[in-house]
């Protein structure tokens, strides 16, 4: 018996061709796509658009139904500005050999095609605001690098280059920014620092295609934690240069800091200047305006299924 599929689609998508147009259902509203999930229940959930059609429509619906990705799986059609998911999926699934999977990585054929299963994250803020990771959370530079990304979305240049523009926009906005936090992770237990950006990462990629994560482990039940500390412009844009343009490993780089992977970290911000909080390529907003974070804590929340076609 053939899977059910429902198929979401971002309305801002240019075009899009189905095989089955009953199942296709165009939404700009995170919320109208999980309703439309719950009351179909499907096998397969399909979504054309970026990472924040595919997180928020998820969080939504996780955050009525926890148990909805049980026995589920997850198509996504990259069709948004960073695609960043979708980029570490594809590279796990090229560099192992499909002829040869063993039960421990826990990727299987199906009817010709692959399941990756990994992790995913679920990020308290502020102590009662709740947000799924299926990529790369985190404070600072690169939630600023968003907002700034906005005015530049339209820019028909590549998405990295925009990144890149953004991304020297916020570091210009944040110059003398003095941010610090304590934060535990495994066997560092409050630990400072001075981060210009804090992420949490599950992928490889972030900002449109840029590869700050070496290791690209999966379905392990952790996350790495990556610091990039303070340091003169000069080494902030070299450290970003590096990532965007010359493809270039950070775990050489001076200002850049990765802690051992994890199942829980936490993380309070002491000073007085604000640090926003984003998700997937989407900021945390309230009332219109970007939430000031005092706290987070990050945990391994469950397991989804990938379906690569």
Do not use: W
């Amino acid at each position: 018996m053939e899977e059910k599929r429902v198929v979401i689609v971002n309305k801002n998508v240019a075009s899009y061709i189905s095989r089955n147009d009953s199942c296709v259902f165009f939404t700009g509203s995170s919320g109208e796509a999980a309703e439309k999930l719950l009351a179909t229940h499907p096998d397969i959930v399909e979504f054309v658009g970026g990472d924040g059609t595919f997180s928020a429509t998820l969080n939504d619906v996780l955050f009525r139904d926890p148990a909805f990705l049980q026995g589920r799986k997850v198509v996504i059609r990259p069709k948004g500005s960073g695609n960043d998911r979708i980029k570490s999926l594809s590279e796990i699934n090229k560099r192992e050999n499909p002829s040869g999977i063993s039960p421990a990585e826990d990727k299987e054929s199906l009817k010709g095609k692959t399941i990756i299963r990994d992790d995913y994250l679920l990020a308290t803020i502020n102590g009662n605001i709740k947000r799924y990771i299926f990529n790369i959370g985190g404070i600072g530079l690169d939630s600023q690098t968003l907002l700034e990304y906005e005015a530049r979305r339209e820019l028909k240049v590549p998405p990295s280059l925009k990144y890149f523009g953004a991304a020297t926009a916020a570091i210009h906005r944040l110059n003398g920014y003095k941010g610090l936090v304590n934060y535990s992770a495994g066997e560092q237990i409050n630990q400072t620092a001075e981060p210009v950006m804090f992420l949490f990462m599950l992928g490889k990629y972030f900002g449109g295609g840029m590869p700050i994560n070496g290791q690209l482990a999966h379905d392990d039940g952790r996350f790495e934690a990556v610091i990039l500390n303070r340091g003169t412009n000069l080494k902030l844009y070299s450290s970003l240069v590096s990532i965007s343009l010359l493809k270039k490993s950070q775990y050489t780089n001076p200002i850049v800091r990765y802690l051992d992977p994890v199942s829980t970290a936490e993380l309070k911000v002491l000073s007085t200047d604000k640090f926003y909080f984003e998700s997937d390529g989407e900021v945390l907003m309230k009332g219109g305006k970007p939430l000031e974070i005092r706290e987070i804590k990050v945990e391994t929340a469950g397991k989804i299924n990938y379906l690569m076609e």
